[in-house]
């Protein structure tokens, strides 16, 4: 089992920083692909970005890329995304989730089997 927590969310203005927060317990952190994923009002939920065990591969959707960054601390047993030249369509509850089979750095939703309740950030313009 593994246990997702996040943190971090918020209310910033357009073109503000956030820094989401995730701590994981339960299973060795180090053994299993990170996903940050992303529910606006009315939307499905989509991908936001994956990092990979050692931090080695990362892939971010494009609506992201080029201002959210991922990152892990394997000893603080944490993922984190900063979020830069925030938008107000980035206005969602942003997720968590640990795929503890994979080392692909998968974008499916199908491939994480632990999830965090997920933290609201509000971008307003």
């Known amino acids: 089992q593994v246990q997702l927590v996040e943190s971090g969310g918020g209310l910033v203005q357009a073109g503000g920083s956030l820094r989401l927060s995730c701590a994981a317990s339960?299973?060795?952190?180090?053994?299993?692909?990170m996903g940050w994923f992303r529910q606006a009002p009315g939307k499905e939920r989509e991908f936001v970005g994956t990092i990979t065990r050692s931090g080695t591969y990362i892939r971010y959707a494009d609506s992201v890329k080029g201002r959210f960054t991922i990152s892990r601390d394997n000893a603080k047993n944490t993922v984190y995304l900063q979020m830069n030249s925030l938008k107000p369509e980035d206005t969602a509850i942003y997720y968590c989730?640990?795929?503890?089979?994979?080392?692909?750095?998968?974008?499916?939703?199908?491939?994480?089997?632990?999830w965090g309740q997920g933290t609201q950030v509000t971008v307003s313009s």
């Open positions: 339960g299973r060795t952190f180090s053994t299993y692909t």
């Open positions: 989730a640990a795929d503890v089979n994979g080392d692909s750095g998968s974008t499916l939703q199908r491939s994480y089997e632990y």
